[in-house]
T-cell receptor, first 112, second 112 residues
Framework: GENVEQHPSTLSVQEGDSAVIKCTYS??????FPWYKQELGKGPQLIID?????GEKKDQRIAVTLNKTAKHFSLHITETQPEDSAVYFC???????????FGKGTMLLVSP | DGGITQSPKYLFRKEGQNVTLSCEQN?????MYWYRQDPGQGLRLIYY???????QKGDIAEGYSVSREKKESFPLTVTSAQKNPTAFYLC???????????FGPGTRLTVT
């Protein structure tokens, strides 16, 4: 089955800096890669996703890039703000066929 | 407003008792999921259902049971056979299997 590894497990940045979280996946058939943000005591919220037919997707300060050959994808957050502090999860799946496989999460701390 | 709800937010039980966690959605989504979250472990799939009256075991189904009698409801029972039931439980739903999962707010279960 699919295996997703996520790095780093914790990331501390200063407000205004950029943050990058990386994930690798094992199943070359996977074609859907979402990213979730989870604030303390709440359920995860989908913030951006990408399908394997594109290499990059942006939404304001966040972007996701995908390298199918290397089987890795990354979340990029620019101009970080304290409210970006949360745990971020990546995931991978084959749409319509199976379930999501999640990475173990990255705790992002943005200091003012 | 459309959404997915879980109740209660906090639940306390004595060891040896079965307990049922509620999950309801009004998004008209076919697929529903239950995850368990422990510190540092990410999200682990317990059970999922892609259609009414049908469900499949996830990675950690032992000690849990589910039912899917209605499209909008997917309750999870934590049985006394679950060796370490204290955890944060998350329910999710999606229109299409493994695609754009929406999470509920979670139930924190404590068993003593």
């Amino acid at each position: 089955g699919e295996n997703v590894e996520q790095h780093p497990s914790t990331l501390s940045v200063q407000e205004g800096d950029s943050a990058v979280i990386k994930c690798t996946y094992s199943d070359s058939a996977s074609n859907y890669f979402p990213w979730y943000k989870q604030e303390l005591g709440k359920g995860p919220q989908l913030i951006i996703d990408i399908r394997s037919n594109v290499g990059e997707k942006k939404d304001q300060r966040i972007a996701v890039t995908l390298n199918k050959t290397a089987k890795h994808f990354s979340l990029h957050i620019t101009e970080t703000q304290p409210e970006d502090s949360a745990v971020y999860f990546c995931a991978a799946s084959l749409v319509g066929y199976s379930t999501l496989t999640f990475g173990k999460g990255t705790m992002l701390l943005v200091s003012p | 407003d459309g959404g997915i709800t879980q109740s209660p937010k906090y639940l306390f039980r004595k060891e040896g008792q079965n307990v049922t966690l509620s999950c309801e959605q009004n998004l008209n989504h076919d697929a529903m999921y239950w995850y368990r979250q422990d510190p540092g472990q990410g999200l682990r799939l317990i059970y999922y259902s892609q259609i009414v009256n049908d469900f499949q075991k996830g990675d950690i189904a032992e000690g849990y049971s589910v039912s899917r009698e209605k499209k909008e409801s997917f309750p999870l029972t934590v049985t006394s056979a679950q060796k370490n039931p204290t955890a944060f439980y998350l329910c999710a739903c999606s229109k299409e299997a493994a695609y754009e999962q929406y999470f509920g707010p979670g139930t924190r279960l404590t068993v003593t």
